[in-house]
C-alpha cells in the first residue's frame, strides 16, 4: 500500500494568549491587552501497519489545520495513523473520505494522549466522540464510497488542549490514533483513495 501525507492550509501565530502590558504615562496607569486569534493545529506521525503493509508517509510543514492522507493499494489492507492535535480553543476533528474506487472503509480511533507536561488537565477527559464514532473500539463505522461521491464524518471534539510551546513542539499535543481499514469491492483490483482530516475551532 502507498499512502502520502501532506499538510494543508499553513497557519504560523503563537498558541498562548497575550497577557496584559502595563505602563504609566504622567502619573496614569494604561492596561493594554490582547488576545491571540484562536488555532487549532493538525500534523501527523509516522503511521504502524498492523497488516505488515508496505506504507510511505511524506509530510511537510507545520501548523496546517488539514491533512491530506492519499492512499493506494491491491486488495484489503489497514493502517493505524497518528493524528496530532494543538489548539488553544475548543475544537472538531472530522474526516471525508473520496475515491474513484468502490470500497468499504472502516474508521475507528484506536488510542488518545497526551504528549507531555504543557497539555491541559482536562484535554483529555473532555474528548468527546462523535455518535457514529462512540463505540469505534469495539464496532468501527463502515463507510461506502465510489463514483466520486465524497463521504463525511465527524470524528469527535474536545475543549483547549495546548498551555503553551509551538506547532513543533513535543510535550502540548493531544495524538489520536485513527485506525484505517479498506476493503475494496472487486476484491484484489487496484484502488486509490482520499481520506481529508481537518480541525477546526469549536465555539
Keep these: 500500500m502507498r499512502l502520502i501525507t501532506r499538510l494543508c492550509g499553513t497557519t504560523l501565530c503563537a498558541l498562548l494568549v497575550a497577557p496584559p502590558l502595563l505602563a504609566q504615562?504622567?502619573?496614569?496607569?494604561?492596561?493594554?491587552?490582547?488576545?491571540?486569534s484562536p488555532v487549532v493545529a493538525v500534523s501527523a506521525a509516522p503511521p504502524d501497519r498492523p497488516d505488515g503493509?508496505?506504507?510511505q508517509v511524506s509530510a511537510s510543514?507545520?501548523?496546517?489545520?488539514t491533512l491530506v492522507v492519499s492512499l493506494s493499494d491491491a486488495?484489503?489492507?489497514?493502517?493505524?495513523?497518528?493524528?496530532?492535535l494543538r489548539s488553544n480553543v475548543g475544537y472538531s476533528l472530522r474526516a471525508s473520505l473520496l475515491s474513484p474506487s468502490e470500497l468499504a472503509v472502516r474508521l475507528s480511533v484506536a488510542?488518545?494522549?497526551?504528549?507531555?507536561?504543557?497539555?491541559?488537565?482536562?484535554a483529555l477527559e473532555d474528548i468527546r466522540l462523535d455518535e457514529a464514532l462512540a463505540g469505534s473500539r469495539g464496532a468501527?463505522?463502515?463507510l461506502l464510497t465510489g463514483l466520486d461521491q465524497p463521504l463525511q464524518i465527524a470524528i469527535l471534539s474536545g475543549p483547549p488542549i495546548s498551555k503553551a510551546g509551538t506547532f513543533t513542539s513535543p510535550d502540548n499535543a493531544v495524538e489520536v490514533v485513527l485506525s484505517i481499514e479498506v476493503r475494496p469491492r472487486a476484491g484484489r483490483k487496484p484502488w486509490s483513495a482520499q481520506l481529508t482530516i481537518s480541525a477546526t475551532p469549536r465555539w
Aim: glycine residues 16%; positive net charge.
Design 61 to 65: 510543514g507545520a501548523g496546517a489545520h
Design 75 to 84: 486488495g484489503a489492507t489497514q493502517v493505524d495513523l497518528p493524528v496530532r
Design 53 to 55: 503493509a508496505e506504507v
Design 140 to 142: 468501527p463505522t463502515s
Design 25 to 36: 504615562h504622567g502619573g496614569a496607569s494604561i492596561t493594554a491587552t490582547g488576545r491571540v
Design 111 to 122: 488510542q488518545v494522549r497526551a504528549t507531555g507536561k504543557f497539555v491541559h488537565a482536562n
